[in-house]
């Protein structure tokens, strides 16, 4: 696990010591995360305050938004501060790769996670339209990188433009419409907001959904910022295709996440019952006149997943062989494996006995997949 470069909170200098996450956790050594949204050019904050920046200043006056989030942990009886703008050294690659990979597990563990809401006024302490979709429409809900920043820790606190406070992620429940709030603008239940713990039990489709519309200002850290949300770790390359960095993703959630629901992208499927074949001809040995799918088995990107939400993983066998009915037999977890090789995808997957289609040159089975669908009652 990569080194934590720290602020030191009450001088606005870097800390003489770096720490990884176990020698914090070893030591109880609290530490506070910024979350924010990086200033563009014309915005008052530009640029961002940089590693080079605290370098040259040592001691004196940060950038406001830095100098008031170490005041924030500085109230919060904390002396380790930590922002992504300028505790990694943005230009150096050899540092901003392994930051990429830890980055999830630096927020998880973070005793204190302050959002900083640069476009949201102050809550007026009661819930009005005008200040709703204010907040709805933060440009902090749209970012990639902040949807494991709202994720990971425990204690997420967000805070207005002035600096005031707002709310705090682990009392959601008792917010109310402003635990509505959060989840219209993220999509995500409240429950699982207030128990980071829960995201062990979300499949991937679900996941990657959440992050599915949310941009970046490099295309490749669309995929790069599900990394740590997903259990895996990436060898960060920036300079290729978006499509290509959403490949090095899928192909180490394929290799490590048994889980069907990577499989369920796209637009609903349409079809009818009996199922017509969409490659269907009479001549089963002249297929020149067929025009091809214009779809693949697998994913291109995350935006793939917009439609996904919903999808939860049986994760295990026996539960979902049970739902379909079927003796369980010789099946195992190993049902659920997805294999990239050479010649394309391996998969072991149930199927059904062939079914009824108007094309008797095309025996059509069903695949059943370990996944159902989370109706609006839960079901």
Same mark, same amino acid.
């Given at each position: ?57 040592? &001691? ?14 500085? &109230? ?252 369980? &037999? ?44 989370? &109706?609006?009652?839960?079901?």
């Amino acid at each position: 696990m990569a080194q934590m470069r720290f602020l030191h909170a009450p001088t606005g200098t870097f800390s003489e010591t770096r720490y990884t996450v176990d020698q914090l956790k070893a030591d109880g050594i609290p530490y506070a995360c910024l979350s924010h949204v990086w200033s563009k050019p014309g915005d008052s904050g530009y640029p961002e305050c940089s590693y080079q920046d605290v370098l040259k200043n040592r &001691g004196r006056r940060l950038s406001s938004k830095i100098q008031r989030f170490c005041d924030v942990v500085k &109230g919060n009886g904390i002396e380790l501060a930590w922002a992504d703008s300028c505790c990694i050294n943005q230009d150096d690659l050899a540092e901003v790769q392994p930051a990429v990979n830890s980055m999830f597990t630096w927020y998880r563990n973070a005793t204190l996670c302050v959002v900083f809401l640069h476009d949201v006024d102050d809550y007026p302490g009661h819930l009005t339209a005008q200040w709703a979709t204010q907040f709805c429409d933060s440009g902090w809900f749209t970012r990639c990188w902040t949807l494991q920043e709202l994720l990971g820790p425990d204690s997420v606190i967000f805070y207005s433009r002035n600096w005031r406070p707002i709310m705090d992620k682990a009392t959601l429940s008792n917010s109310g419409e402003l635990a509505a709030l959060v989840e219209c603008a993220t999509g995500i239940p409240p429950s699982v907001l207030e128990d980071p713990r829960s995201l062990a039990n979300i499949s991937v489709a679900q996941k990657i959904s959440w992050g599915a519309l949310r941009r970046a200002t490099k295309p490749e850290d669309a995929s790069y910022s599900l990394a740590g949300l997903l259990g895996v770790s990436l060898n960060v390359r920036y300079g290729i295709t978006v499509e290509e960095a959403f490949q090095l993703l899928l192909s180490q959630v394929l290799q490590r996440i048994p889980d069907h629901t990577v499989l369920l992208w796209g637009h609903p499927c349409q079809a009818q019952y009996p199922f017509t074949p969409p490659a269907c001809h009479d001549d089963p040995h002249s297929l020149q006149d067929v025009a091809p799918l214009q779809t693949h088995l697998l994913p291109g990107c995350p935006a793939d997943f917009c439609m996904s939400p919903r999808f939860i993983s049986f994760h295990r066998a026996q539960p979902f062989l049970d739902a379909a009915g079927i003796d369980r &037999g010789r099946a195992t977890d190993q049902i659920f494996v997805i294999r990239r090789t050479a010649d394309g995808v391996h998969a072991k997957l149930l199927l059904s006995l062939p079914v009824p289609t108007s094309c008797h040159h095309f025996p059509t089975r069903i695949a059943l997949l370990g996944c159902y669908v989370n &109706g609006p009652d839960g079901k």
